[in-house]
């Protein structure tokens, strides 16, 4: 069964440049692993070392969270719409800081901190 896959930016490199694609699979698990076979390195970016999905990647089924349905067993049929989507983490920490920066605030950085959005691991 064929479904569409959404690709996040930080993964399109390994789908050449593709923001959607179309693989076959009967479940998330299979999905995958039809990935990897198409999108050589695209697992590894998805799973860990273990198989499964990293726990800063999310992946939705139709707007699903899968974590909340049968996690990578879910099954997909055709015209599913998946979303892969890495989670996005910052530190702002104190909102309350000057001019709702953040803090914290200290002489050596009296706006407060500026804290880069990555996603080293996944791109």
Do not use: H, W
Request: with cysteine.
């Amino acid at each position: 069964m064929s479904v569409t896959v959404r690709i996040p930016t930080p993964l399109r490199k390994l789908t050449g440049n593709q923001s959607v694609i179309e693989i076959d699979g009967d479940t998330v698990e299979s999905l995958i692993g039809n990935m990897e076979a198409s999108y050589p390195g695209i697992k590894d970016r998805i799973c860990d070392e273990s198989g499964k999905v990293r726990r800063f990647i999310n992946i939705y089924i139709n707007e699903e969270d899968i974590r909340f349905l049968d996690g990578t067993g879910t099954t997909v049929k055709t015209g599913d719409r998946i979303s892969i989507v890495p989670a996005i983490a910052g530190g702002l920490g104190d909102l309350g800081g000057p001019g709702g920066q953040g803090g914290p605030v200290s002489s050596a950085n009296p706006d407060g901190p500026v804290c880069p959005v990555g996603s080293r691991d996944i791109g």
